[in-house]
Each structure stands twice: as C-alpha cells, then as structure tokens.
C-alpha cells in the first residue's frame, strides 16, 4: 500500500513507510501518527487528533483534494511515471452540514475505499432519511431523544442537521464537545449544550436531545433513563450500517458519510480508470464484483480464492 514519488516512498493509510499520507482522522486511518512517522495530512486532521502540523515539502507531482467523509478527509492524487494516481481513503459524493463533497479526480489507476461497494449497499436518497429523521425528532419532542453517532465526524454531522432542521441544541459528552471545538475553529457553526454545565442540567430537567456513542444508545439503558427521569424516553441510530444491520434502538437512520455502492461506481466510471483497486473494509468481494461487471478490479491485499467469494457476494442482475 505505497507509491514512488520523485524518490519518495509514501505510504497510503498505514505505517509501513517513513513518510505516509493520513486520509482523515478517523482511528482506523491513524496508525502512521500512532508510530510518530513523518506525515502528509491536511491542517484539519493534524488539530483533530491534537498534533503539530508538520512541515513537508510536497513533490509537485502530489496534490490533495476533499474527500469528503469528515472535516479535513483528503483524497491523494499523484503523478506516477506520465500516469496520474488517485487513492480516495473513505469519501463521499453528496452534499453535507459540515463539510464539502469530494471531487470525482481523472485517473489512470484509482484505488478506491469500498466499504460500501457491493450492490446490497445502496442507501436511500439522503433527502428522505434527513426527512425521517426530522420528523422521528419532532413526533417526539416531549420525550428525551437518544441519537446514537459515532463521537468524531458523525455526532458533528449530526448535530448540525438538529440545529439547522429541527432548531435544537443537543447534549452531548465532554470528548464529543472537545471535537466540537476543533470543528468551530475551522469555521463550522455547531449549537450544542454539554454535559455536566449548568445549562445541560437544567436542559435534563424537561425533554431533550443527547448524542452518545452508538454502544450506549440502547433499551436497557433507555428504560433506566426513563425510570430516573420519569419520562418516556426514544432511541435511534444514525449509521450507514442501518440499511443492513438490526439494532436495539426505536429508529435506524441510513446517515452514512460514506459513499454507497451506486456512488463508489460513479466515481469509477467518471474517472476514467483503466485499474481500480479496492482498499479497506470488503475490498475482495468488492474487487470480485467489480470484475463481474467489467471493471478490471482488484484488492489491496488478496487473500481468498474467488471460489470463496461467490458466497458472500450479493448480486443485483
């Protein structure tokens, strides 16, 4: 998972070079500022994860360019012997509360994140899950609401679409307060109350809004929280995984910020790729399908046998 750029060896995602290029900030992203290595990463994701921006010399035949996903996520697009490059990392194609879409980069070799590019992972129109999840919030504003959203990109995202669609300041812990913070100092508007203030104290005391990890929005803790506050109390969850995975929640929301299959394939197709390589989560049933249909596809890492893959892969023909 690396590239040569005049002389320089970068890798993509991981550790494995003395200098590597860090999508986003996200902990499955981050492993190169875990080992202290030299670092190519937009100013974004440096205050994320509260480090030093590092002074590197970028080659000229290297760029970045928003990919979308969360604040400060970058796509890499190199020049590769006449040959133009692209690595996406995790990235999205629709517009957003807090950040801006990713361009669609011309290419000759794309590798692509295809944590969502199988067939069976086409989420619904963003439009309709923004308007289920605006009138799940306001059919039930006399309870207290639990949004279960991951703390850094997610529970941001989220809060914003409360405060523009719904007109309420959510509560949230301390840790999703302090990414709160780095947001703001990039000039995103974030209304939210946190917890352990005066001011949330008294917000508790009647019906509210909180956004917690999603591992602590669950009914057992639902109905302890409706016995202490003697109050009928809803649950949801907003992640892409709702298209296809159960929780224990009243409400699943399909809130990804992430591409889905449909858009993963126009981003292939409109780059003109003449190879594409899946990288992270499903990269080889990814891969394999991708060849199906004539994409000459194929994983980052090849560990299976495609006899293996036929079973995993759901087909929409």
Not at 149 to 172: R, W
Not at 249 to 277: P, Q, R, W
Not at 290 to 307: D, F, H, M, W
Request: charged residues 25%.
């Amino acid at each position: 998972n690396k590239i040569l750029v005049e002389g320089l060896e970068i890798s993509l995602d991981d550790a494995s070079s003395e200098l590597c290029f860090v999508s986003h900030a996200h902990s499955d992203h981050i492993s190169a500022f875990k080992q202290n290595k030299k670092i190519i990463a937009s100013e974004e994701t440096f205050e994320l994860l509260e480090r030093k921006m590092q002074l590197i010399n970028l080659p000229k035949k290297l760029a970045l360019y928003p990919a979308g996903h969360m604040l400060g996520a970058r796509q890499l697009m190199a020049n590769l012997d006449g040959e133009r490059f692209v690595y996406t990392g995790d990235f999205s194609l629709h517009g957003s509360y807090t950040y801006p879409p990713a361009p669609i980069l011309e290419c000759d070799t794309l590798m692509i994140d295809s944590t969502y590019a199988l067939p069976n992972l086409c989420f619904p129109k963003r439009q309709y899950v923004l308007e289920r999840m605006r009138k799940f919030v306001l059919q039930n504003e006399n309870s207290i609401i639990l949004f279960g959203a991951y703390t850094k990109g997610k529970a941001q995202e989220l809060i914003s679409f409360l405060n523009t669609e719904c007109k309420i300041a959510p509560v949230i812990p301390q840790n999703t307060a302090k990414i709160c913070e780095k947001y703001k100092k990039f000039g995103i508007k974030l209304d939210y109350i946190e917890i352990g203030t005066p001011e949330a104290e008294e917000q508790m005391n009647s019906s509210f809004v909180a956004i917690l990890p999603p591992n602590k929005v669950n009914f057992e803790f639902a109905s302890k929280l409706s016995w202490a506050h003697n109050r009928e109390v809803k649950t949801a969850i907003a992640t892409g995984w709702a298209k296809i995975s159960r929780f224990p929640v009243d409400a699943a929301f399909a809130f990804s910020d992430h591409a889905d299959f449909k858009d993963t394939l126009n981003y292939i197709y409109e780059s003109g790729a003449k190879k594409v390589i899946c990288a992270n989560a499903n990269q080889e049933a990814a891969a394999f399908y991708l060849r199906k249909v004539g994409i000459n596809a194929s994983a980052k890492t090849s560990k299976r046998q495609e006899k293996d893959l036929k079973q995993q892969v759901l087909f929409d023909f």
